[in-house]
Structure formats: C-alpha cells, structure tokens
C-alpha cells in the first residue's frame, strides 16, 4: 500500500526525474505531420518550468484557479503540470459544454483565468466573459498560447518558480473537477495533491507489473480518455509518477483511434467498455464481411470457455482449460484472437476498464483473446478508482476489491460507502451537499452494490435510479439496459417504468452496426424514419430484449420497447460528458414515445 504523501505536491516528481534519468522517454507527441516523436523527461521539465514561469509572468499566483476547456492533448499535461509548479489549481471543463455550464464552473470556481483549445471554444467562453468578472486572461492553444507564454516568461529566474512549487503541500487543492452530474448543476469537487498522489502511487505499486506487454518491456499507454473527467487524469498523473510513456489521442472514434493505436503501440490502455465493445463488434462485422462469421463465434465461444476455466482455476474451482479446450484455443489464436490484439497496436496484454459496467462475457472474450481486462470503480469523490481487480484473480462482472488503503463498507439499504486517502475534502462552496455524502470520513456513494465471500465489489445501480411500479415492484435499470445494449446491433438503452404498470424500454441503434446489418443482407440502406419501423430490425431487437429478461422475473422484465430514431447526445442534453443517460432529461423529451408504451 502506498503511503499518503508527508511532504511536497504533484509536479515534484517532473523534476525529480529529470534529475534522476534526463534522457529516458517521458511522453510521445504527435506532430501536425502526424509523426509520433519521443520527448525525453528533461525536455518535458524544461517545457514545464518554461511554462510555468509564464504563468507568474501574466498573474497567475499561488492557489488562484485556472480553467483549462480543450480535448485530450499534449498541452493539456504541461499545463497542469505547469499550474501545479505555481501551487496554482486547475479547473478542468468539458469541450462540449455549453455556454451556461461553462459560466456556472468559471463563476462558481472564481477562475482567473483559462485556457481553451480552439477559437469556437473562446467564443463559448467570449459569450458569457461580461458576467465573470474575475476572469483576466483567455489563452488559446491553437493560437499559440504556450508560446506566448514561454516568451513572456523568459526572464524569470528559475528560483522564483521553485519556491513556489517548495510551498506546495499535500493538503494543499491541485483541482477542482466539476461532476458532469445526471440531474441538476454540477458540482465542484476539490481534490488535493495528497489524495491524487495517493490514488496514482496506490495503483502504481499494486499494478505496475500490468503495465508492461512483456517483462522487462518499456511500459506505455496511449491517453484518449477525456482529460476533463477524473478517470483520465489519474491515467495522466499516474503515468508521470510511475515513468510510463504518455501519449494522447483527442477523440475516441474508432476510425481516428485505431490508427494511432497502431502507431503508438501502447503496452496497456485504460479505457471505459464502450471502446472493448467497438472493438469487439467492429472485429465481427470484418468477419462476417469476409464470410467467416461462423468461424469467428466459434473464436469467441472458445475465448469465453478457455478464460472461465482459468478464472475457476485462479479460484480453487477447477483445475483449468482441458487439453481438448486448450487445442481449441491455439487452434484461433492466429486466425482471430491475434488479430483483436493487433487492432489495439500489437503490444497490448493488460488493460483497465472503469466509467461504467461491463458485460462479464465480453470480459472473458478479452482475456480468451489474450487481453486482460481490470475492472475497477469510483467516483469523481474518491480520485478515481476505490476498487479494482487484482492482477492475481480477476473475477469478470465484478469490480474487484478495495484498492489498498481504502474500506468498503454496504450499508443497510445496500448503498455502497467508501473510506480512503483519496476520497475528496468535499464539495466547492457547497457545504449542504458535503454533508449529505460525507460521514466521519466515510462517502456515501449513492450507488447499490454487494461484496461477495472474497471482497468483491458487484455494482447493482443507483440509489436515485430505481424505479418503482404501480404495482410496488422495485427494480433496478442498470442490469437490464446493459444486457440489451451487450447487443451489436444497440447502442444505448434505457428502461422505463416508474409509477406505470409495468417496466418498458426505449432503444436506440448503432448506425455503422446497422449499415453492416442491412449490406449483409442485401437490404437498401434505410432512413432513420423508415429504420425504426423495419419488421427484421424490431425482431432483431426483440432477441435483445428477451435474452436481457431471462436474468431478472417476470415482474422486472421489459414488456415492450420501442426503436428510436435518434441516438441520445450529449449535445441535446440527454447525455452527460462522461456519457451517462440523464433519464429525467430524456424522458422529458421522449414524453410522447414513452406514453406510446403503455397504451
């Protein structure tokens, strides 16, 4: 377990290494030529320290607050490593955000300042800049905001910029992340040096050996989570703090990521499900295309069979894959399971998933495949991860044990609370809401869960998400929208139901899935009005939404549904940045869809 930081704050250890191994690789950064080019942790302090001297030279001070409103990139990481070098705290905001969520974080986190990436996002900010009064200075990136920064701090004394790191503590706030937040304003949450050095150092030293393809290997992960939700930035501090090579990548489509998997050739990633689906589905639809389809479900049927035994196995519950399973298993490596491990870059052993659940087969398909996927959870509250898998004994469905130093406890009405050196200090300005989750230490998570006979964390739904029926049924909508949206052809889910006779879903589909769908079948491509009303596509769906009820009773299950013609987005407001469902959002705009299903 690591111990919780005496001494110092984040960006120590950018200096440190640059003393200890100025040469050794720190990052990779793609050119505008689309090259990846190293740069070494000596570069990377001096592009630190340049930075940061820039930032006293235009006024940024000791614990003022800083925005930072972009993608993942580069820049993001010198410029929270630079506020950190200040003592400065930075304020993180989605690129999607609206304008008035942008104003609600710069107003309610008294920002002095912010970075953007790009022109429409300094319009955003442009557009609500007269009701902000305290916001000074707006840097673009794509406007040459580092450079100009460099320069103005070109002639600062490097000893002024260390005696303000020296006074960093760990108690002191490194940021403040608003959660997305399904319903009502989000939140700022404050977290110090000292939970995030926790949580990253925790995770480091019971986790590093994954972080290698091989032995021995150059650990390395390439960074295309959002830099504005926690997940991502524990991958971005932990990665500095545990000398593994950081790459970014800016957007999470398939057709954009993959490439740069290929190129990076990341030794693990950490990733949310909906990517170890794309994958897994997009690797389908190349089989079927190639008329190997059967082939390949006999690959995952296998891969499933073979990484069950030795979860068994791993348990005391078997004595592992058999001899005739084994032959199976050698028998696809080549011809499939080597070549899902190719569309990850190559290099790719172990990885982590977190954000929300993932299907325990899917789990297993990644393990028979050669992939080992870590399931953990947590919350913005807690730093990131207050649970995950061991590298030892993986249970898939599950989210694993508490990471060392942390306790998790179920309380009576099955809410799951958590005790730990990360969990946060509480809520910014917002001492009524603090109270409601914090305890004497504890945090009430508003999430239902269960531990089994050996710790492990199974995550049931959310306490505000339950849905009651008129007939006094309870049930939780997480499982069952998981099972349909498991599906290749679904792409969100979300069930219905309360105070109405009955449980119901509304379903939208994934367009490319459904392309393929329709080309393999030798069908017209159809518009988005004619798709929902197609007789094979609703029977396709149906087989979805009957595999999902075969899990609950006959109380719980989805008696109807009904196909969407739109996906929900977070641009319409019925998604949060991190992509949960705003159910109260989405079935105000749905109010005629969703009376339809009980008529």
Not at 14 to 23: I, L, Q
Not at 233 to 255: D, N, Y
Request: hydrophobic fraction near 40%.
């Amino acid at each position: 377990m690591a111990s919780a930081p005496q001494v110092g704050g984040l960006a120590d250890v950018v200096f440190d290494h640059a003393t200890d191994d100025p040469h050794r690789v720190a990052l990779g950064r793609k050119g505008s030529d689309g090259v990846w080019r190293d740069v070494s942790s000596a570069e990377f302090r001096d592009e630190v320290l340049a930075l940061a001297k820039g930032l006293l030279a235009h006024g940024v001070r000791f614990g003022d607050r800083v925005a930072i409103m972009s993608r993942t990139r580069y820049e993001w990481t010198v410029f929270d490593f630079a506020l950190w070098t200040v003592g400065a705290q930075s304020v993180p905001v989605y690129p999607t955000s609206s304008a008035e969520q942008v104003f609600w974080m710069l107003y309610d986190a008294e920002v002095s300042a912010c970075v953007v990436e790009h022109e429409d996002h300094a319009m955003t900010v442009g557009s609500v800049i007269d009701r902000l009064p305290r916001l000074k200075k707006l840097w673009q990136l794509d406007a040459g905001a580092v450079d100009e920064l460099t320069r103005a701090g070109a002639e600062i004394e490097d000893d002024v910029v260390h005696r303000h790191r020296r006074a960093v503590t760990p108690d002191s706030t490194a940021t403040v992340i608003y959660t997305s937040g399904t319903t009502g304003r989000p939140k700022g949450c404050v977290i110090t040096h000292a939970n995030f050095m926790f949580e990253t150092d925790t995770m480091i030293a019971r986790w590093e050996p994954v972080f290698h393809s091989k032995r021995g290997d150059e650990a390395s992960t390439l960074l295309f989570l959002p830099l504005a939700h926690v997940f991502g930035r524990m991958v971005e501090i932990a990665a500095i703090r545990g000398r593994v090579k950081l790459g970014h990548q800016p957007v999470m489509r398939a057709s954009e990521l993959l490439p740069d998997l290929a190129a990076f050739r990341p030794s693990f990633i950490l990733a949310v499900p909906y990517i170890f689906e794309k994958i897994f589905h997009a690797a389908r639809r190349k089989a079927e295309r190639e008329g190997k389809a059967g082939p390949f479900d006999k690959a995952v049927d296998v891969a499933v069979k073979y990484a069950e035994a030795r979860e068994h196995r791993a348990f005391g519950l078997g004595p592992g894959p058999s001899a005739g399973l084994r032959l199976q298993h050698q028998f696809f490596e080549k011809a499939v399971y080597s070549k899902v491990r190719h569309a990850m870059g190559g290099r790719v052993r172990h990885a982590m998933s977190g954000g929300s659940g993932m299907d325990r087969r899917l789990g297993l398909f990644f393990e028979g495949a050669g992939v080992t996927v870590f399931e953990g959870y947590g919350l913005t509250e807690t730093s990131a991860a207050a649970t995950a898998n061991p590298p030892e004994r993986t249970r898939y469905g599950t989210v694993g044990q508490p990471i060392p130093g942390t306790t998790v406890h179920i309380a009576k009405d099955g809410e799951v609370w958590l005790h730990g050196a990360h969990v946060f200090g509480g809520y910014l300005n917002d001492p009524k809401a603090t109270d409601a989750v914090l305890r004497d230490g504890w945090l009430a998570t508003g999430d239902l869960g269960a531990l089994d006979e050996d710790g492990y964390l199974t995550i049931t739904g959310r306490k505000k998400e339950i849905l009651v029926t008129s007939g006094g049924k309870s049930v939780s909508p997480a499982g069952l929208e998981e099972r349909v949206r498991a599906h290749p052809l679904v792409a969100q889910c979300i069930v219905v139901g309360n105070d109405r006779p009955y449980i119901a879903a509304l379903v939208t589909v994934d367009q490319e899935a459904v392309e393929h769908w329709l080309a393999m079948r030798e069908k017209a491509p159809l518009l988005p009005a004619d798709l929902v009303r197609d007789p094979d596509l609703e029977l396709e769906i149906r087989r979805a939404v009957v595999a999902a009820n075969t899990a609950v009773s006959q109380a719980e299950s989805i008696r109807t549904f009904r196909i969407l013609a739109h996906p929900f987005t977070e641009e319409h407001g019925l998604l949060t940045p991190s992509l949960k469902l705003k159910r109260k959002a989405i079935e105000t705009a749905y109010t005629v869809e969703v009376n339809a299903l009980y008529r």
